[in-house]
Protein backbone atom coordinates (compact mmCIF):
# COMPACT_ATOMS: atom_id res chain seq x y z
CA UNK A 1 0.00 0.00 0.00
CA UNK A 2 3.13 2.59 0.79
CA UNK A 3 4.37 1.62 -2.02
CA UNK A 4 1.47 2.45 -4.46
CA UNK A 5 0.97 5.57 -2.50
CA UNK A 6 4.81 6.77 -3.37
CA UNK A 7 4.12 5.66 -6.86
CA UNK A 8 0.97 7.59 -7.38
CA UNK A 9 2.67 10.67 -5.67
CA UNK A 10 5.92 10.62 -8.13
CA UNK A 11 4.16 9.82 -10.96
CA UNK A 12 1.94 12.28 -12.32
CA UNK A 13 0.40 9.51 -14.98
CA UNK A 14 -0.67 7.19 -11.98
CA UNK A 15 -3.61 4.97 -11.10
CA UNK A 16 -6.33 7.66 -10.50
CA UNK A 17 -9.02 8.35 -13.58
CA UNK A 18 -8.17 11.67 -15.01
CA UNK A 19 -10.93 13.13 -15.71
CA UNK A 20 -11.82 13.11 -12.15
CA UNK A 21 -8.40 14.46 -10.97
CA UNK A 22 -8.80 17.39 -13.38
CA UNK A 23 -12.21 18.13 -11.93
CA UNK A 24 -12.70 20.84 -8.97
CA UNK A 25 -16.01 19.60 -8.08
CA UNK A 26 -13.11 16.25 -6.57
CA UNK A 27 -10.96 18.73 -5.04
CA UNK A 28 -11.26 19.26 -0.93
CA UNK A 29 -9.61 22.71 -1.22
CA UNK A 30 -11.90 24.00 -4.05
CA UNK A 31 -14.43 22.82 -1.32
CA UNK A 32 -12.87 24.91 1.12
CA UNK A 33 -12.58 27.87 -1.30
CA UNK A 34 -16.51 27.64 -1.86
CA UNK A 35 -17.26 27.11 1.75
CA UNK A 36 -15.62 30.47 2.72
CA UNK A 37 -17.48 32.45 0.53
CA UNK A 38 -20.90 30.81 1.61
CA UNK A 39 -19.99 31.45 5.07
CA UNK A 40 -18.86 34.98 4.25
CA UNK A 41 -22.03 35.61 2.77
CA UNK A 42 -23.96 34.36 5.29
CA UNK A 43 -22.29 35.79 8.00
CA UNK A 44 -22.42 39.25 6.06
CA UNK A 45 -26.09 38.83 6.27
CA UNK A 46 -26.13 38.51 10.45
CA UNK A 47 -24.09 41.20 10.93
CA UNK A 48 -25.60 43.33 8.28
CA UNK A 49 -29.21 43.12 9.94
CA UNK A 50 -27.35 43.96 13.29
CA UNK A 51 -26.85 47.33 11.28
CA UNK A 52 -29.25 48.21 10.21
CA UNK A 53 -31.83 47.45 13.05
CA UNK A 54 -32.34 50.58 13.96
CA UNK A 55 -33.20 51.84 10.77
CA UNK A 56 -35.71 49.66 10.09
CA UNK A 57 -37.12 50.17 13.70
CA UNK A 58 -37.28 54.08 12.29
CA UNK A 59 -38.94 53.17 8.81
CA UNK A 60 -41.38 51.31 10.18
CA UNK A 61 -41.79 52.68 13.48
CA UNK A 62 -41.24 49.81 16.05
CA UNK A 63 -39.97 49.99 20.14
CA UNK A 64 -36.32 49.16 20.68
CA UNK A 65 -37.95 45.44 22.48
CA UNK A 66 -39.79 44.73 18.80
CA UNK A 67 -36.53 45.52 17.10
CA UNK A 68 -34.82 43.52 19.18
CA UNK A 69 -36.95 40.39 18.83
CA UNK A 70 -36.79 40.80 15.39
CA UNK A 71 -32.67 40.81 15.61
CA UNK A 72 -33.16 37.64 17.82
CA UNK A 73 -35.81 36.01 15.81
CA UNK A 74 -33.24 33.50 13.57
CA UNK A 75 -32.25 31.82 16.15
CA UNK A 76 -36.22 30.37 16.66
CA UNK A 77 -35.40 28.12 13.74
CA UNK A 78 -32.17 27.46 14.09
CA UNK A 79 -32.70 26.39 17.61
CA UNK A 80 -35.55 24.06 16.88
CA UNK A 81 -33.75 22.41 13.98
CA UNK A 82 -30.02 22.07 15.34
CA UNK A 83 -30.30 18.90 17.34
CA UNK A 84 -31.09 16.81 14.39
CA UNK A 85 -27.45 17.80 12.35
CA UNK A 86 -25.97 15.77 15.12
CA UNK A 87 -28.47 12.83 14.34
CA UNK A 88 -28.00 13.49 10.64
CA UNK A 89 -24.69 13.09 10.07
CA UNK A 90 -22.74 11.80 7.13
CA UNK A 91 -26.60 10.11 6.68
CA UNK A 92 -27.45 12.90 4.05
CA UNK A 93 -25.78 14.41 0.67
CA UNK A 94 -24.20 16.81 2.77
CA UNK A 95 -22.86 19.32 -0.38
CA UNK A 96 -26.65 19.51 -1.61
CA UNK A 97 -28.12 20.17 1.59
CA UNK A 98 -25.45 22.86 2.34
CA UNK A 99 -26.99 24.58 -0.84
CA UNK A 100 -30.52 24.03 -0.22
CA UNK A 101 -29.23 25.88 2.75
CA UNK A 102 -27.36 28.54 1.05
CA UNK A 103 -30.57 29.13 -1.19
CA UNK A 104 -33.07 29.30 1.38
CA UNK A 105 -31.22 32.11 2.94
CA UNK A 106 -30.62 33.94 -0.23
CA UNK A 107 -34.79 33.57 -0.45
CA UNK A 108 -34.70 34.60 3.19
CA UNK A 109 -32.62 37.67 2.56
CA UNK A 110 -35.41 38.88 -0.95
CA UNK A 111 -38.34 38.20 1.65
CA UNK A 112 -36.59 40.65 4.16
CA UNK A 113 -35.81 43.36 1.31
CA UNK A 114 -39.71 42.90 0.32
CA UNK A 115 -41.23 45.25 2.56
CA UNK A 116 -39.68 48.53 1.03
CA UNK A 117 -41.47 47.15 -2.67
CA UNK A 118 -44.75 46.06 -1.21
CA UNK A 119 -44.90 49.37 0.85
CA UNK A 120 -45.48 53.19 -0.17
CA UNK A 121 -42.55 55.72 0.45
CA UNK A 122 -40.91 56.62 3.76
CA UNK A 123 -43.56 59.08 5.53
CA UNK A 124 -41.98 61.93 7.61
CA UNK A 125 -43.45 64.52 9.30
CA UNK A 126 -43.47 67.50 7.09
CA UNK A 127 -42.35 65.44 3.95
CA UNK A 128 -42.61 67.85 0.78
CA UNK A 129 -45.81 66.57 -0.97
CA UNK A 130 -47.62 67.39 -3.79
CA UNK A 131 -51.33 67.60 -2.18
CA UNK A 132 -51.19 71.21 -1.21
CA UNK A 133 -50.64 70.46 2.53
CA UNK A 134 -48.72 72.46 5.24
CA UNK A 135 -45.30 71.18 4.44
CA UNK A 136 -43.21 73.76 6.11
CA UNK A 137 -44.36 72.82 9.12
CA UNK A 138 -45.02 76.22 10.19
CA UNK A 139 -46.74 77.88 12.96
CA UNK A 140 -50.14 78.50 11.69
CA UNK A 141 -53.90 77.34 12.08
CA UNK A 142 -55.18 74.13 11.01
CA UNK A 143 -56.49 74.55 7.97
CA UNK A 144 -59.45 71.24 6.75
CA UNK A 145 -57.32 70.60 3.58
CA UNK A 146 -54.17 69.32 6.02
CA UNK A 147 -56.60 67.57 8.17
CA UNK A 148 -57.72 65.67 5.01
CA UNK A 149 -54.33 65.16 4.09
CA UNK A 150 -53.54 63.40 7.56
CA UNK A 151 -56.31 61.04 6.86
CA UNK A 152 -54.81 60.15 3.36
CA UNK A 153 -52.04 59.55 5.14
CA UNK A 154 -53.03 57.23 8.29
CA UNK A 155 -55.32 55.11 5.25
CA UNK A 156 -52.25 54.34 3.52
CA UNK A 157 -50.62 53.42 7.03
CA UNK A 158 -53.04 51.21 7.63
CA UNK A 159 -53.52 49.78 4.63
CA UNK A 160 -52.59 45.36 4.47
CA UNK A 161 -49.41 46.16 2.69
CA UNK A 162 -48.19 48.63 5.85
CA UNK A 163 -49.73 46.09 8.47
CA UNK A 164 -48.29 43.06 7.26
CA UNK A 165 -45.14 44.26 7.55
CA UNK A 166 -43.74 43.24 10.72
CA UNK A 167 -44.55 39.57 10.33
CA UNK A 168 -43.10 39.31 7.26
CA UNK A 169 -39.80 40.98 8.46
CA UNK A 170 -39.97 38.00 11.23
CA UNK A 171 -40.52 35.23 8.75
CA UNK A 172 -37.47 36.12 6.66
CA UNK A 173 -35.58 36.30 10.17
CA UNK A 174 -36.82 32.71 10.73
CA UNK A 175 -36.34 31.22 7.25
CA UNK A 176 -32.77 32.76 7.68
CA UNK A 177 -31.85 30.73 10.65
CA UNK A 178 -33.31 28.05 9.15
CA UNK A 179 -30.84 28.04 6.16
CA UNK A 180 -28.35 28.40 9.04
CA UNK A 181 -28.35 25.06 10.11
CA UNK A 182 -26.76 22.78 7.85
CA UNK A 183 -24.25 24.85 6.43
CA UNK A 184 -21.85 25.34 8.97
CA UNK A 185 -21.91 21.59 11.06
CA UNK A 186 -22.33 20.12 7.35
CA UNK A 187 -19.49 21.79 6.14
CA UNK A 188 -17.07 21.00 8.95
CA UNK A 189 -17.27 17.73 9.01
CA UNK A 190 -17.43 17.46 5.54
CA UNK A 191 -13.78 18.24 5.32
CA UNK A 192 -12.51 16.93 8.64
CA UNK A 193 -13.54 13.66 6.67
CA UNK A 194 -11.94 14.30 3.50
CA UNK A 195 -8.69 16.69 4.03
CA UNK A 196 -5.24 15.01 4.95
CA UNK A 197 -4.90 14.85 9.05
CA UNK A 198 -2.19 17.23 8.43
CA UNK A 199 -4.44 19.74 6.45
CA UNK A 200 -7.41 19.81 8.35
CA UNK A 201 -6.52 21.87 11.02
CA UNK A 202 -5.58 24.75 8.41
CA UNK A 203 -8.83 24.24 6.57
CA UNK A 204 -10.65 24.56 9.85
CA UNK A 205 -8.52 27.57 10.66
CA UNK A 206 -9.19 29.49 7.42
CA UNK A 207 -13.08 28.57 7.95
CA UNK A 208 -13.09 30.23 11.97
CA UNK A 209 -11.10 33.17 10.59
CA UNK A 210 -13.90 33.73 7.38
CA UNK A 211 -16.46 33.66 10.22
CA UNK A 212 -14.41 36.27 12.80
CA UNK A 213 -14.48 38.44 9.67
CA UNK A 214 -17.90 38.05 7.87
CA UNK A 215 -20.40 40.12 10.63
CA UNK A 216 -17.60 42.84 10.44
CA UNK A 217 -18.22 42.84 6.63
CA UNK A 218 -21.83 43.15 7.48
CA UNK A 219 -21.27 46.01 9.35
CA UNK A 220 -19.00 47.85 7.21
CA UNK A 221 -21.75 46.83 4.07
CA UNK A 222 -24.15 48.42 6.54
CA UNK A 223 -22.39 51.60 6.84
CA UNK A 224 -22.18 52.08 3.22
CA UNK A 225 -25.52 51.30 2.44
CA UNK A 226 -27.37 53.53 5.18
CA UNK A 227 -25.15 55.98 3.41
CA UNK A 228 -28.25 56.21 0.90
CA UNK A 229 -31.57 57.73 1.22
CA UNK A 230 -34.21 54.58 1.74
CA UNK A 231 -36.26 55.95 -1.33
CA UNK A 232 -33.69 56.93 -4.22
CA UNK A 233 -35.28 54.50 -6.31
CA UNK A 234 -38.88 56.02 -5.58
CA UNK A 235 -38.05 59.72 -5.51
CA UNK A 236 -36.24 62.59 -7.59
CA UNK A 237 -32.76 63.85 -6.05
CA UNK A 238 -34.37 66.97 -5.73
CA UNK A 239 -37.51 65.62 -3.37
CA UNK A 240 -34.46 63.90 -1.03
CA UNK A 241 -34.40 66.82 1.12
CA UNK A 242 -32.93 65.22 4.63
CA UNK A 243 -29.42 64.93 5.43
CA UNK A 244 -27.50 62.15 7.10
CA UNK A 245 -27.34 63.72 10.41
CA UNK A 246 -31.34 64.89 10.75
CA UNK A 247 -32.82 62.70 13.13
CA UNK A 248 -35.60 61.58 10.84
CA UNK A 249 -32.98 60.16 8.23
CA UNK A 250 -33.51 56.45 7.00
CA UNK A 251 -31.12 54.89 5.30
CA UNK A 252 -31.90 51.97 2.29
CA UNK A 253 -31.50 49.54 4.53
CA UNK A 254 -33.07 46.84 1.58
CA UNK A 255 -30.16 47.46 -0.54
CA UNK A 256 -28.09 45.16 1.51
CA UNK A 257 -30.47 42.39 1.45
CA UNK A 258 -30.40 42.60 -2.50
CA UNK A 259 -26.54 42.28 -2.72
CA UNK A 260 -26.43 39.70 0.06
CA UNK A 261 -28.93 37.28 -1.87
CA UNK A 262 -27.09 37.57 -4.70
CA UNK A 263 -23.88 36.49 -3.11
CA UNK A 264 -26.01 33.75 -1.65
CA UNK A 265 -27.08 32.47 -4.72
CA UNK A 266 -24.30 32.87 -6.48
CA UNK A 267 -21.98 31.03 -3.49
CA UNK A 268 -24.77 27.82 -3.65
CA UNK A 269 -24.48 26.93 -7.02
CA UNK A 270 -21.43 25.04 -6.84
CA UNK A 271 -22.68 22.85 -4.51
CA UNK A 272 -25.10 21.58 -6.78
CA UNK A 273 -22.28 19.79 -8.48
CA UNK A 274 -20.47 18.57 -5.61
CA UNK A 275 -20.69 14.81 -5.50
CA UNK A 276 -21.72 13.13 -1.72
CA UNK A 277 -18.36 11.77 -1.13
CA UNK A 278 -15.13 12.87 -2.78
CA UNK A 279 -11.50 11.88 -3.55
CA UNK A 280 -9.60 11.79 0.34
CA UNK A 281 -6.76 14.38 0.30
CA UNK A 282 -3.19 12.46 -0.43
CA UNK A 283 -1.34 13.97 3.39
CA UNK A 284 1.90 11.54 2.37
CA UNK A 285 3.20 9.31 5.03
CA UNK A 286 0.97 10.63 8.13
CA UNK A 287 -2.20 9.11 6.21
CA UNK A 288 -0.34 5.82 4.94
CA UNK A 289 0.52 4.92 9.09
CA UNK A 290 -2.83 6.00 10.25
CA UNK A 291 -5.33 4.47 7.55
CA UNK A 292 -5.52 1.65 8.89
CA UNK A 293 -6.55 2.91 12.78
CA UNK A 294 -8.76 5.31 11.14
CA UNK A 295 -10.92 2.25 8.99
CA UNK A 296 -10.46 0.46 12.58
CA UNK A 297 -12.30 3.01 13.98
CA UNK A 298 -14.99 4.31 11.48
CA UNK A 299 -15.93 -0.09 11.38
CA UNK A 300 -16.47 0.31 15.66
CA UNK A 301 -18.48 3.59 15.16
CA UNK A 302 -20.71 2.83 12.31
CA UNK A 303 -22.96 0.91 14.17
CA UNK A 304 -23.52 3.41 16.77
CA UNK A 305 -24.78 5.93 14.05
CA UNK A 306 -27.22 3.64 12.67
CA UNK A 307 -29.63 4.29 15.86
CA UNK A 308 -32.70 5.24 14.74
CA UNK A 309 -33.74 9.06 15.32
CA UNK A 310 -36.64 8.15 17.41
CA UNK A 311 -33.75 6.59 19.49
CA UNK A 312 -31.85 9.66 19.36
CA UNK A 313 -34.71 11.46 20.36
CA UNK A 314 -34.84 9.37 23.41
CA UNK A 315 -31.55 9.28 24.13
CA UNK A 316 -31.09 13.29 24.21
CA UNK A 317 -32.11 14.34 27.34
CA UNK A 318 -30.25 11.99 29.20
CA UNK A 319 -27.08 12.45 27.37
CA UNK A 320 -27.67 16.41 28.43
CA UNK A 321 -27.99 15.46 31.84
CA UNK A 322 -25.15 13.48 31.90
CA UNK A 323 -23.01 16.56 30.48
CA UNK A 324 -24.77 19.19 32.55
CA UNK A 325 -23.99 17.48 35.54
CA UNK A 326 -19.97 17.75 35.50
CA UNK A 327 -19.29 21.08 37.29
CA UNK A 328 -17.00 22.55 35.61
CA UNK A 329 -18.56 22.35 32.04
CA UNK A 330 -21.56 24.20 33.62
CA UNK A 331 -20.30 26.79 35.18
CA UNK A 332 -18.02 27.43 32.13
CA UNK A 333 -21.32 27.30 29.97
CA UNK A 334 -22.96 29.43 32.26
CA UNK A 335 -19.90 32.03 32.02
CA UNK A 336 -19.82 31.86 28.00
CA UNK A 337 -23.82 32.53 28.36
CA UNK A 338 -23.36 35.88 29.87
CA UNK A 339 -21.02 37.19 27.63
CA UNK A 340 -23.09 35.53 24.71
CA UNK A 341 -25.64 37.55 25.51
CA UNK A 342 -24.08 40.60 26.32
CA UNK A 343 -22.24 40.29 22.81
CA UNK A 344 -26.16 39.79 21.76
CA UNK A 345 -27.52 43.09 23.13
CA UNK A 346 -24.41 45.33 22.39
CA UNK A 347 -24.15 43.57 18.62
CA UNK A 348 -27.87 45.03 18.28
CA UNK A 349 -27.78 48.22 19.76
CA UNK A 350 -24.43 49.57 20.21
CA UNK A 351 -24.20 51.67 17.20
CA UNK A 352 -27.34 53.66 18.00
CA UNK A 353 -26.32 54.19 21.31
CA UNK A 354 -23.44 55.64 19.73
CA UNK A 355 -25.75 57.36 17.58
CA UNK A 356 -27.94 59.10 20.18
CA UNK A 357 -25.16 59.37 23.06
CA UNK A 358 -22.67 61.09 20.91
CA UNK A 359 -24.85 62.75 18.09
CA UNK A 360 -22.93 61.05 15.14
CA UNK A 361 -24.99 59.61 11.95
CA UNK A 362 -26.32 56.21 11.82
CA UNK A 363 -23.33 54.91 9.13
CA UNK A 364 -20.74 56.10 11.16
CA UNK A 365 -21.99 54.47 14.47
CA UNK A 366 -22.20 51.33 12.48
CA UNK A 367 -18.76 51.57 11.16
CA UNK A 368 -17.21 52.30 14.63
CA UNK A 369 -18.95 48.46 15.35
CA UNK A 370 -17.85 46.66 12.06
CA UNK A 371 -14.05 48.60 11.67
CA UNK A 372 -12.97 48.78 15.04
CA UNK A 373 -14.67 46.55 17.98
CA UNK A 374 -14.82 43.58 15.95
CA UNK A 375 -11.28 43.43 14.53
CA UNK A 376 -10.42 43.54 18.25
CA UNK A 377 -12.28 40.75 19.60
CA UNK A 378 -11.23 38.76 16.54
CA UNK A 379 -7.80 39.72 17.60
CA UNK A 380 -8.31 39.05 20.93
CA UNK A 381 -9.47 35.65 20.25
CA UNK A 382 -6.38 34.85 18.47
CA UNK A 383 -4.03 35.75 20.53
CA UNK A 384 -6.04 34.22 23.97
CA UNK A 385 -5.58 31.12 21.92
CA UNK A 386 -1.55 31.90 20.97
CA UNK A 387 -0.97 32.56 24.97
CA UNK A 388 -2.34 29.62 25.95
CA UNK A 389 -0.74 27.45 23.44
CA UNK A 390 2.77 29.38 24.74
CA UNK A 391 2.39 29.12 28.34
CA UNK A 392 1.12 25.21 27.82
CA UNK A 393 -1.89 26.09 30.22
CA UNK A 394 -3.56 23.36 32.30
CA UNK A 395 -7.50 23.29 32.90
CA UNK A 396 -6.23 25.30 36.04
CA UNK A 397 -4.36 27.51 34.22
CA UNK A 398 -7.05 28.34 31.73
CA UNK A 399 -9.97 29.07 34.13
CA UNK A 400 -7.44 31.25 36.23
CA UNK A 401 -6.82 33.17 32.75
CA UNK A 402 -10.19 33.29 31.96
CA UNK A 403 -10.83 35.02 35.42
CA UNK A 404 -8.12 37.42 35.02
CA UNK A 405 -9.33 38.24 31.74
CA UNK A 406 -12.92 39.26 32.48
CA UNK A 407 -11.87 40.95 35.85
CA UNK A 408 -9.98 43.28 33.61
CA UNK A 409 -12.75 43.44 31.67
CA UNK A 410 -14.83 44.70 34.39
CA UNK A 411 -12.34 47.13 34.87
CA UNK A 412 -12.52 48.90 31.77
CA UNK A 413 -15.73 48.33 30.91
CA UNK A 414 -17.33 50.16 34.29
CA UNK A 415 -15.62 53.90 33.08
CA UNK A 416 -17.60 53.67 30.01
CA UNK A 417 -20.70 54.00 32.66
CA UNK A 418 -19.07 57.86 33.26
CA UNK A 419 -18.45 58.62 29.38
CA UNK A 420 -21.18 60.65 28.01
CA UNK A 421 -23.27 64.16 28.55
CA UNK A 422 -26.74 64.49 29.85
CA UNK A 423 -29.79 64.91 27.46
CA UNK A 424 -30.02 68.65 26.03
CA UNK A 425 -32.79 71.01 26.90
CA UNK A 426 -36.07 70.17 24.44
CA UNK A 427 -38.81 72.42 25.03
CA UNK A 428 -41.77 71.06 26.32
CA UNK A 429 -39.91 67.60 26.65
CA UNK A 430 -36.69 67.74 28.83
CA UNK A 431 -36.67 68.79 31.62
CA UNK A 432 -40.27 67.05 31.59
CA UNK A 433 -43.32 69.43 31.62
CA UNK A 434 -47.19 68.91 30.29
CA UNK A 435 -48.15 72.69 30.19
CA UNK A 436 -48.49 73.71 26.87
CA UNK A 437 -46.04 76.53 26.01
CA UNK A 438 -47.76 79.46 25.55
CA UNK A 439 -45.74 81.35 23.03
CA UNK A 440 -46.82 78.66 20.74
CA UNK A 441 -50.06 77.14 21.90
CA UNK A 442 -52.00 79.48 19.39
CA UNK A 443 -50.04 77.46 16.25
CA UNK A 444 -52.15 74.20 16.71
CA UNK A 445 -49.15 72.23 15.94
CA UNK A 446 -49.79 68.40 15.39
CA UNK A 447 -49.04 65.68 17.76
CA UNK A 448 -47.15 63.91 15.89
CA UNK A 449 -45.01 66.51 13.99
CA UNK A 450 -41.59 65.48 14.32
CA UNK A 451 -38.83 68.33 12.58
CA UNK A 452 -36.16 68.90 15.28
CA UNK A 453 -34.60 72.52 15.50
CA UNK A 454 -32.32 73.78 17.05
CA UNK A 455 -32.82 77.55 18.51
CA UNK A 456 -30.70 80.05 18.49
CA UNK A 457 -30.91 80.35 22.41
CA UNK A 458 -29.43 76.49 22.42
CA UNK A 459 -32.85 74.82 23.12
CA UNK A 460 -34.22 72.67 20.99
CA UNK A 461 -38.07 72.02 19.75
CA UNK A 462 -39.73 69.34 18.32
CA UNK A 463 -40.60 71.04 15.18
CA UNK A 464 -40.64 75.05 13.57
CA UNK A 465 -44.44 74.75 14.74
CA UNK A 466 -42.94 74.28 18.05
CA UNK A 467 -40.64 76.98 17.92
CA UNK A 468 -43.91 79.54 17.30
CA UNK A 469 -41.69 80.09 13.98
CA UNK A 470 -43.21 82.26 11.15
CA UNK A 471 -40.88 82.81 8.29
CA UNK A 472 -38.58 80.36 6.14
CA UNK A 473 -35.22 82.28 5.36
CA UNK A 474 -32.65 80.94 2.93
CA UNK A 475 -29.11 82.40 3.23
CA UNK A 476 -26.86 82.55 -0.01
CA UNK A 477 -25.58 79.46 0.56
CA UNK A 478 -29.04 78.18 -0.35
CA UNK A 479 -29.14 76.93 3.92
CA UNK A 480 -32.25 77.01 5.65
CA UNK A 481 -33.40 78.99 8.40
CA UNK A 482 -36.38 79.95 10.54
CA UNK A 483 -36.70 83.23 11.47
CA UNK A 484 -39.39 85.22 13.73
CA UNK A 485 -39.99 82.36 16.10
CA UNK A 486 -41.95 82.91 19.13
CA UNK A 487 -40.71 80.53 21.43
CA UNK A 488 -36.99 81.52 20.58
CA UNK A 489 -34.47 84.16 23.29
CA UNK A 490 -32.68 86.55 22.07
CA UNK A 491 -32.33 86.51 17.64
CA UNK A 492 -35.52 84.57 17.49
CA UNK A 493 -34.31 82.32 15.25
CA UNK A 494 -33.69 78.75 14.66
CA UNK A 495 -31.79 75.99 12.45
CA UNK A 496 -33.32 72.76 11.01
CA UNK A 497 -31.76 69.29 13.01
CA UNK A 498 -31.02 68.67 16.50
CA UNK A 499 -28.50 70.71 18.97
CA UNK A 500 -26.88 67.74 19.40
CA UNK A 501 -25.80 66.33 23.12
CA UNK A 502 -22.62 68.47 22.85
CA UNK A 503 -21.01 64.82 23.97
CA UNK A 504 -18.84 64.87 20.03
CA UNK A 505 -15.55 65.52 21.53
CA UNK A 506 -15.72 61.81 23.79
CA UNK A 507 -16.71 59.52 21.25
CA UNK A 508 -12.91 59.41 20.36
CA UNK A 509 -12.15 57.70 23.88
CA UNK A 510 -15.25 56.20 24.06
CA UNK A 511 -14.58 54.02 21.34
CA UNK A 512 -10.82 53.26 22.16
CA UNK A 513 -12.06 51.94 25.82
CA UNK A 514 -15.03 49.81 23.95
CA UNK A 515 -12.73 48.24 21.61
CA UNK A 516 -9.71 47.70 24.68
CA UNK A 517 -12.77 46.01 26.42
CA UNK A 518 -14.11 44.47 23.30
CA UNK A 519 -10.26 42.87 23.03
CA UNK A 520 -9.87 41.57 26.46
CA UNK A 521 -13.19 39.91 26.78
CA UNK A 522 -12.77 37.83 23.47
CA UNK A 523 -9.18 36.65 25.38
CA UNK A 524 -11.31 34.04 27.37
CA UNK A 525 -13.49 32.78 24.51
CA UNK A 526 -10.36 30.23 23.27
CA UNK A 527 -9.40 29.25 27.17
CA UNK A 528 -13.07 28.61 27.77
CA UNK A 529 -13.70 26.15 24.78
CA UNK A 530 -10.58 24.58 25.48
CA UNK A 531 -11.80 23.79 29.47
CA UNK A 532 -15.41 22.47 28.18
CA UNK A 533 -13.35 19.82 25.63
CA UNK A 534 -11.23 19.01 28.43
CA UNK A 535 -13.49 18.21 31.07
CA UNK A 536 -16.05 16.14 29.57
CA UNK A 537 -15.61 12.48 28.52
CA UNK A 538 -13.90 11.75 25.00
CA UNK A 539 -17.46 10.57 23.82
CA UNK A 540 -19.53 12.63 24.53
CA UNK A 541 -17.47 16.03 23.50
CA UNK A 542 -19.14 16.64 20.34
CA UNK A 543 -22.81 16.58 21.94
CA UNK A 544 -21.23 18.90 24.82
CA UNK A 545 -20.39 21.56 22.16
CA UNK A 546 -23.98 20.69 20.54
CA UNK A 547 -25.87 21.36 23.95
CA UNK A 548 -23.47 24.51 24.87
CA UNK A 549 -24.17 26.18 21.51
CA UNK A 550 -28.10 25.27 22.27
CA UNK A 551 -27.48 26.90 25.56
CA UNK A 552 -26.46 30.24 23.67
CA UNK A 553 -29.07 30.33 21.71
CA UNK A 554 -31.79 29.60 24.43
CA UNK A 555 -30.25 31.61 27.45
CA UNK A 556 -28.29 34.34 25.24
CA UNK A 557 -28.76 34.71 22.08
CA UNK A 558 -32.81 35.07 21.69
CA UNK A 559 -33.14 36.34 25.04
CA UNK A 560 -30.72 38.90 24.81
CA UNK A 561 -31.54 41.65 22.26
CA UNK A 562 -35.25 41.63 23.55
CA UNK A 563 -33.78 42.36 26.98
CA UNK A 564 -31.49 45.24 25.81
CA UNK A 565 -34.73 46.68 23.64
CA UNK A 566 -36.72 46.04 26.31
CA UNK A 567 -34.24 48.58 29.08
CA UNK A 568 -33.79 50.72 26.07
CA UNK A 569 -37.42 51.57 25.81
CA UNK A 570 -37.54 52.23 29.35
CA UNK A 571 -35.18 55.29 28.84
CA UNK A 572 -37.56 57.20 26.43
CA UNK A 573 -39.09 60.61 26.71
CA UNK A 574 -40.90 60.92 23.89
CA UNK A 575 -42.77 57.96 21.85
CA UNK A 576 -43.86 59.01 18.15
CA UNK A 577 -47.39 58.67 17.16
CA UNK A 578 -48.73 58.63 14.09
CA UNK A 579 -52.17 57.76 13.47
CA UNK A 580 -53.26 57.62 17.19
CA UNK A 581 -50.49 54.95 17.57
CA UNK A 582 -47.15 55.09 19.23
CA UNK A 583 -44.34 54.27 16.92
CA UNK A 584 -40.73 54.53 17.63
CA UNK A 585 -38.92 56.18 20.09
CA UNK A 586 -37.85 60.02 19.26
CA UNK A 587 -36.31 61.15 22.63
CA UNK A 588 -33.73 59.41 25.04
CA UNK A 589 -32.68 60.36 28.41
CA UNK A 590 -29.38 59.70 27.65
CA UNK A 591 -28.46 59.82 31.19
CA UNK A 592 -30.91 56.85 31.81
CA UNK A 593 -29.74 55.58 28.51
CA UNK A 594 -26.58 55.27 29.00
CA UNK A 595 -26.39 53.96 32.66
CA UNK A 596 -29.14 51.18 32.16
CA UNK A 597 -27.54 50.03 28.63
CA UNK A 598 -23.64 49.78 30.19
CA UNK A 599 -25.13 48.78 33.78
CA UNK A 600 -26.45 45.59 32.05
CA UNK A 601 -23.47 45.04 29.93
CA UNK A 602 -21.33 45.30 33.65
CA UNK A 603 -24.16 43.02 35.08
CA UNK A 604 -23.61 40.51 32.58
CA UNK A 605 -19.98 40.74 32.85
CA UNK A 606 -19.89 40.34 36.71
CA UNK A 607 -21.91 36.99 36.64
CA UNK A 608 -19.51 35.64 34.13
CA UNK A 609 -16.52 37.05 36.03
CA UNK A 610 -18.45 34.82 39.01
CA UNK A 611 -18.66 31.81 37.23
CA UNK A 612 -15.07 32.03 36.32
CA UNK A 613 -13.96 32.46 39.90
CA UNK A 614 -16.54 29.67 40.91
CA UNK A 615 -14.57 27.06 38.48
CA UNK A 616 -11.25 28.27 39.97
CA UNK A 617 -12.71 27.22 43.48
CA UNK A 618 -13.83 24.28 42.56
CA UNK A 619 -11.00 22.75 40.48
CA UNK A 620 -8.44 23.95 43.67
CA UNK A 621 -10.68 21.45 45.70
CA UNK A 622 -10.59 18.73 43.38
CA UNK A 623 -6.70 19.56 43.28
CA UNK A 624 -6.61 19.17 46.90
CA UNK A 625 -8.41 15.21 46.53
CA UNK A 626 -5.90 14.06 44.41
CA UNK A 627 -2.29 12.86 44.66
CA UNK A 628 0.47 15.21 43.75
CA UNK A 629 0.96 15.29 40.24
CA UNK A 630 3.99 16.45 38.42
CA UNK A 631 5.02 20.00 37.03
CA UNK A 632 3.92 20.35 33.42
CA UNK A 633 0.93 18.70 31.91
CA UNK A 634 0.05 17.57 35.14
CA UNK A 635 -3.49 19.73 34.87
CA UNK A 636 -4.22 17.92 31.80
CA UNK A 637 -3.96 14.46 33.74
CA UNK A 638 -5.73 15.52 35.95
CA UNK A 639 -8.83 16.44 34.32
CA UNK A 640 -8.52 13.28 32.14
CA UNK A 641 -8.58 11.33 35.16
CA UNK A 642 -11.35 13.17 36.43
CA UNK A 643 -13.26 12.90 33.49
CA UNK A 644 -12.38 8.96 32.97
CA UNK A 645 -13.87 8.65 36.99
CA UNK A 646 -17.09 10.30 35.68
CA UNK A 647 -17.71 8.44 32.71
CA UNK A 648 -17.37 4.97 34.83
CA UNK A 649 -20.18 6.70 37.32
CA UNK A 650 -22.37 7.32 34.61
CA UNK A 651 -21.84 3.44 32.91
CA UNK A 652 -22.60 2.58 36.06
CA UNK A 653 -25.99 4.70 36.52
Known amino acids: ?146 TSSSNQSCSRQESPAQLGVYPLLLMGQLLLGIAAVPIQPFGISFIDDHASRKNSPLYLGILLAVTSIGPAVGFITGSLMLRFYVDFDKLPEAQIKLTHKDLRWVGAWWLGFLVAACLLFLTALPYLFFPRSISKEDGGDDDVVESRPDSKQQQQTNPVQEI ?61 IGGVCIPLAVLGTVLGGVLMRRLNLSVSGASKLCTAAILLCMLSSTPLLFIGCPTQKIAGVFPPSTAVLPCSSGCRCPQEAFNPVCG ?18 TDPNNATNYAECRCVAGLGSAAPGTCGSGCSGLLLPFVALLGVTSFIASFSQTPSYMMILRTVPTEDKSFAVGVQYMM ?10 VLYGSVIDTTCILWGEKCGKRTSCQYYNLDRFRQRFLGLQVVFVCGGLLCFLLTVVVLRRRARRQEPQPAGKGGYELVSALSKEKGAEDLKT
Open 308 to 368: SLLQFLKSFPRIALRTLRSPIYLLVVLAQVNLAALLAGLATFMAKFIERQFSQTVSFSTMM
Open 456 to 473: SDGVEFRSPCHAGCITIA
Open 1 to 146: MGAKDLSVTSDPEGSRPPARRRSPFNSVKFFVFCHSLLQLAQLLVSGYMKSSISTIERRYGLSSQKSGLLAAFNEVGNTVLIVFVSFLGSRVHRPRFIGGGALLAGLASLLMALPHFVGGAYDYTDRISSSGENSSGLCQSESPLA
Open 552 to 561: FRVLAFMPGP
